[in-house]
């Protein structure tokens, strides 16, 4: 079953006074199956936080549709995305600058549960410490602030948060880019066991085609907002047919001793 699909997606954005408008996304399809991770990767400023953003309903839409659970969701209303945020969840790159700092990790863990769920206080602090657990943190951790975490810690928190309510997909924008070789290995291993109990699907944006290999069982190559070529993983690689694909799997870089215990 197809639980996203993104059609002919326009986004365009406005460059100011007699500038003409910005195709940042131009006629992109997607498609992503339940329980599936599809792999957006390309070049900085290609447009996948674009695209990323507006399956989010972070970017306007300007033409084409995103369906979600077989309802277009491309002009869905505030209320509807608050609805739509039960089964709809992101993990950015910077948890930095998406936690917030005066929260403890118990409160920011909870929030989506109250928002989505009508728990009492001690069944939303099992389910806190239960997922903290899960993500390979401590019961105690809940009543610190993200100042006390590592990169890696923090990254751990934000998938947390992501899968407290269990969203039918998660979208991955540079999830991972900001850590060193080992901690990345760690969480990326960390969301394909988390995937293999949950089974939501993983819209997983990555500049790092090395990355996006290990996550996907197909590619999307995006290239100044347009797509330059699909496939699976293994065709991908095996075979690039486009010149700027064919540069990106020449670009990756030949696995070292840390890249190479992510692959299973
Ligand atoms: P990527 O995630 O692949 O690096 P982005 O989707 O962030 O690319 O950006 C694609 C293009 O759209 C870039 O040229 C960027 O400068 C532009 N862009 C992104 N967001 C906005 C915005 N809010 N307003 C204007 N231009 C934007
Ligand atoms: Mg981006």
Do not use: W
Not at 135 to 157: E, M
């Amino acid at each position: 079953m197809t639980l996203l699909e993104v059609s002919g997606l326009r986004v365009t954005y406005p460059q100011g006074f007699r500038r003409p408008d910005f195709n940042a996304v131009n006629g992109v399809d997607l498609e992503i199956g339940e329980g599936e991770t599809i792999g957006l990767v390309g070049e900085s400023g290609s447009g996948k936080s674009t695209i990323g953003n507006a399956v989010l309903g972070l970017a306007p839409v300007s033409g084409g549709s995103i369906r979600f659970d077989g309802k277009d969701i491309s002009k869905a209303k505030p209320r509807q995305r608050r609805l739509l945020s039960e089964h709809m969840q992101v993990v950015f790159q910077d948890p930095y600058g998406s936690l917030n700092p005066s929260r403890t990790i118990g409160q920011t863990l909870a929030e989506p549960l109250r928002v989505h769920r009508d728990l009492s206080p001690t069944a939303t602090r099992s389910e806190v410490s239960a997922m903290l657990e899960r993500v390979g943190l401590r019961d105690s951790d809940a009543q610190r602030y993200p100042a006390a975490f590592s990169g890696g810690q923090r990254q751990r928190i934000a998938v947390a948060r992501a899968l407290m309510v269990r969203p039918k997909l998660v979208v991955c924008d540079e999830a991972v880019s900001a850590l060193d070789l080992s901690t990345q290995a760690q969480v990326l291993n960390l969301l394909k066991d988390l995937q293999a109990e949950m089974g939501m699907s993983i819209l997983f944006i990555s500049h790092d085609l090395a990355v996006v290999r290990y996550m996907s069982s197909r590619i999307v190559v995006l290239y100044r907002g347009e797509v330059m070529e699909r496939g699976t993983t293994r065709d991908i690689y095996a075979s690039p047919t486009h010149p700027y694909t064919q540069k990106l799997v020449a670009a990756a870089p030949i696995p070292d001793p840390d890249r190479r215990t992510m692959q299973t």
